[in-house]
């Protein structure tokens, strides 16, 4: 009965010491309302319901050249490699604080000669299994091992993380590149069609009918189209490259669809931007547990907490059994060997560490309030980011219709003035200026839809989709 009460009043003291306690992700946030955490009021129905970050990046991006890309970017890419390598590092670090609880055993054999004053030689010998094994009373190795724990997750997050960014980094480059191709046609056509124009002009100066300022600035115009060709290509030569440094491979062609020049967009991927069921953010407490972000500075959090209970043990006394066993002749006896067995209990308290101990424990609080404000800064961070995306997004979508109009109406503009050229009824400057706005206006649609499929990229791993 005696040893019966002993046991559970310790298990009181311990337990109301707190340092056996487990940790709690917060559920609330100081200052932040997790309902309108997107800073919006369901814009066009965008919030609520299913989140499009529950799509896999293969559902998401359906592209077949993009997803070979992003499949063979996961498997060579060198930063990717690296966190899961970090990943198995800190699982090996588990299992050894895992196995903290058990104890260390070590084989020392020893030997020595010795002779006093000439006389013969003594030789005596010891053959000990030396054992030793920290009492874990006070909670130092199961926070250890719950710090190590936090730690897989961080590294584990991190992993995941990296494969997000990978996945949408790949994405931008990949439709970067279908801008630029979509770019390189206009002015291609451009460059043709101006060309014609100028030996339009050209004629028309040799029969006397227009002045040679007009051939000076059609051929103007006409060579600066040329020199944005020269630029797209090498644009394009970099771009490749870029993707190229992602896989983790020599500079090669990146073989890619083709822009729907008909539609303004390319077809498989960038017309998402313009349909309302591809802007769902879903429920934004939602976020909270598939941002990658989040989930690791929530897992610093816990990691921090545990290394606090950590030093907080370190002012209380630690226990170590240890123990020897085996043969040994040093004993006074030279032969024949005994056997050799020694127990030993050895407890200690700090009294005075030149006040390391206060001050690592101050440190660790220190650390742990610190990371509590950073976690609240990324769940604002993240909704912020959430907010801009499906802003930029709507915005796309908004100026897209104007855009198509724009160059329909400049392209019979265009059409129309040179006709009336043609005819003597207008003059070369009206025919460059709608020449010069329509190849504006192209170019305005083709980057608009980019940066709308920027956007939805954007808005899909603000949302935390992309690493499965």
């Not at 190849?439 to 940066?451: D, G, H, P």
């Amino acid at each position: 009965m005696k040893k019966t009460l002993i046991f559970f009043a310790a298990s009181f003291l311990l337990s109301g010491c707190g340092l056996y306690n487990k940790y709690e992700a917060p559920q609330t946030f100081p200052g932040v309302d997790t309902n309108a955490l997107f800073g919006i009021e369901n814009p066009s129905g965008a919030v609520g319901g299913a989140s499009i970050a529950q799509l896999s990046w293969r559902e998401f991006f359906t592209d077949p050249q993009l997803q070979q890309l992003i499949e063979q970017a996961l498997a060579n890419n060198t930063d990717l490699n690296t966190a899961r390598i970090n990943v198995e590092k800190s699982e090996i670090s588990l299992r050894t604080k895992k196995l903290a609880y058990l104890p260390s055993l070590y084989f020392m054999p020893k030997g020595s000669i010795s002779s006093f004053d000439g006389a013969p030689a003594t030789k005596s010998y010891t053959l000990p299994l030396d054992l030793s094994w920290d009492v874990d009373l006070f909670g130092s190795i199961t926070n250890k091992k719950r710090a190590a724990q936090a730690a897989l997750l961080q590294a584990q997050m991190t992993e995941e993380a990296t494969r997000s960014n990978l996945v949408s980094a790949i994405a931008q480059q990949y439709y970067y590149l279908l801008l630029l191709d979509r770019e390189m046609e206009i002015l291609t056509v451009t460059d043709s069609l101006w060309k014609a124009s100028l030996e339009t002009q050209q004629a028309l100066y040799e029969n006397g009918q227009a002045y040679s300022t007009a051939v000076d600035q059609q051929e103007s115009s006409w060579l600066s189209v040329k020199t944005q060709i020269v630029d797209i290509r090498r644009t394009i030569h970099a771009t490749e490259n870029s993707i190229c440094r992602l896989l983790c491979i020599t500079p090669q062609h990146i073989v890619r669809s083709k822009w729907d020049a008909e539609g303004g967009y390319h077809s498989s991927a960038n017309k998402r931007v313009l349909e309302e069921k591809y802007l769902k953010t879903g429920i934004p407490a939602m976020m909270l547990e598939r941002r990658h972000d989040i989930r690791l500075a929530n897992a610093c959090m816990e990691e921090a907490f545990y290394n606090t209970k950590v030093a907080r043990a370190a002012f209380y006394p630690s226990i170590t059994l240890s123990g020897e066993a085996g043969w040994t002749n040093n004993n006074g006896l030279v032969d024949p060997s005994k056997l050799l067995l020694q127990v030993v209990g050895s407890l200690s308290q700090p009294l005075f560490a030149r006040g390391q101990i206060k001050a690592n424990y101050k440190v660790a609080q220190l650390t742990e309030e610190n990371l509590k404000k950073k976690y609240v800064q990324t769940v604002v961070d993240a909704g912020n980011e959430v907010n801009e995306a499906l802003a930029d997004c709507q915005s796309a979508r908004e100026k897209h219709a104007y855009y198509h109009r724009q160059v329909e109406v400049l392209h019979e503009a265009y059409t129309g003035t040179h006709e009336l050229m043609d005819n003597g009824k207008a003059r070369y400057l009206e025919v460059l200026t709608a020449q010069e706005s329509l190849l504006s206006a192209q170019l305005n649609e083709a980057t608009n839809m980019y940066q709308g499929a920027q956007a939805l990229i954007a808005l899909y791993i603000a949302l935390g989709g992309g690493a499965k």
